[in-house]
């Protein structure tokens, strides 16, 4: 599986923004895709996933209310929609894909990075 990440940018504090992420090669083999985040000096961390079967999301506790995945399983494509950003949000948004239930821990697979800056 190839998952290619777009959308990323330079935006100012409280605008939104939409990340893509591309699927291809084996992807009915995947359960689960989410996104992860790496901010300047700062571990990766888990920020939302999403079902492929039934849609079902989860989001870490910091960016739920500003953060919606969604998916178009006929474009293999998964979206993340960054409402009212925060100079905090600043990171390279890696998107990721799993066959099991690991999708916000150690996913399988995983793209490049897209970053998003946010200025103030």
């Known amino acids: 599986v190839q998952l290619q990440a777009s959308g990323g940018g330079l935006v100012q504090a409280g605008d939104s923004l939409r990340l893509s992420c591309a699927a291809s090669g084996r992807t009915s083999s995947i359960i689960a895709m989410g996104w992860f985040r790496q901010a300047p000096g700062k571990e990766r961390e888990f920020a939302a996933a999403?079902?492929?079967?039934?849609?079902?999301?989860y989001y870490r506790d910091s960016v739920k209310g500003r953060f919606t995945i969604s998916k178009d399983n006929a474009k293999n494509t998964m979206y993340l929609q960054i409402n009212s950003l925060k100079r905090e949000d600043t990171a390279v948004y890696y998107c990721?894909?799993?066959?099991?239930?690991?999708?916000?821990?150690?996913?399988?697979?995983w793209g490049q990075g897209t970053l998003v800056t946010v200025s103030s």
């Open positions: 999403i079902s492929w079967s039934n849609g079902q999301t």
């Open positions: 990721a894909a799993d066959r099991g239930a690991r999708i916000t821990t150690t996913p399988d697979y």
